[in-house]
């Protein structure tokens, strides 16, 4: 069974950069079929895909974050990790990381992690 | 990018309901549609995926339907259990989107 566990600090300064690992147990990171995600949610709203890594290093990011995002993966360590610059107040938000699965020519979300509280506040 | 519109935002119900929550994309997404469930403090779960394919170990009172820009997440018979927040996601083209959720709440 594959855990997912998000790690970075949990308060931040504005206009600081933030930084998460999230470390991938019971399975693979390079397994071929699976894409790595970060998503967010900040209090009391909806969800926002914030990018993807796939084991070789591909990423794909959300057009309105990608100015200021960073995904990278370790497969020494079974990790994926994001660097997010010129924090605001507004990235303030719960962050999870998540493995997308390809199945039926469809991507989705299956395994996710715990998620962990960024606050942006000096 | 994308839109997705869940309705309604709350939806009071009792256990033994039969529920349906709508979810609408801004475009044609084909059955690029999967739902997931989420508790208050907890990460999301898959739910749905392909718009009505059940994921592994979730009660099959739980059904999706729907193509194109139209689905429904229906759930058969509510239990205790299911009240939460259901969200609706686009996976058709990236930036992949989600829906603002809807709370399923006690009656």
């Known amino acids: 069974q594959v855990v997912l566990q998000e790690s970075g600090p949990g308060l931040v300064k504005p206009s600081q950069t933030l930084s998460l690992t999230c470390a991938v147990s019971?399975?693979?990171?390079?397994?071929?079929?699976?894409?790595w995600s970060w998503i967010r949610q900040a209090a009391g709203k909806g969800l926002e895909w914030i990018g993807r890594?796939?084991?070789?290093?591909?990423?794909t990011y959300n057009p309105s974050l990608e100015r200021r995002i960073t995904m990278s993966v370790d497969t020494s360590k079974n990790q994926f990790s994001l660097n997010l610059n010129s924090l605001t107040t507004a990235d303030t938000a719960v962050y999870y990381c998540?493995?997308?699965?390809?199945?039926?020519?469809?991507?989705?979300?299956?395994?996710w992690g715990r998620g962990t509280l960024v606050t942006v506040s000096s | 990018d994308i839109q997705m519109t869940q309705s309604p935002s709350s939806l009071p119900a009792s256990v033994g309901d039969r529920v349906t929550i709508t979810c609408r994309a801004s475009?044609?997404?084909?059955?690029?549609l999967n739902w997931y469930q989420q508790k208050p403090g907890e990460a999301p779960k898959l739910l749905i995926y392909?718009?009505?394919a059940l994921h592994s170990g979730v009660p099959s009172r739980f059904s999706g339907s729907g193509s194109g820009t139209d689905f429904i997440l229906t759930i058969s018979s509510l239990q205790s259990e299911d009240f939460a927040t259901y969200s609706c996601?686009?996976?058709?083209?990236?930036?992949?989107?989600f829906g603002q959720g809807t709370k399923l709440e006690i009656k």
């Open positions: 998540a493995r997308g699965q390809w199945e039926q020519l469809i991507w989705f979300f299956d395994v």
């Open positions: 019971g399975g693979s990171i390079s397994e071929s079929n699976y894409y």
């Open positions: 890594v796939y084991f070789t290093g591909k990423t």
């Open positions: 475009q044609n997404i084909r059955s690029h």
């Open positions: 392909a718009a009505s």
């Open positions: 996601q686009q996976s058709y083209s990236t930036p992949y989107t």
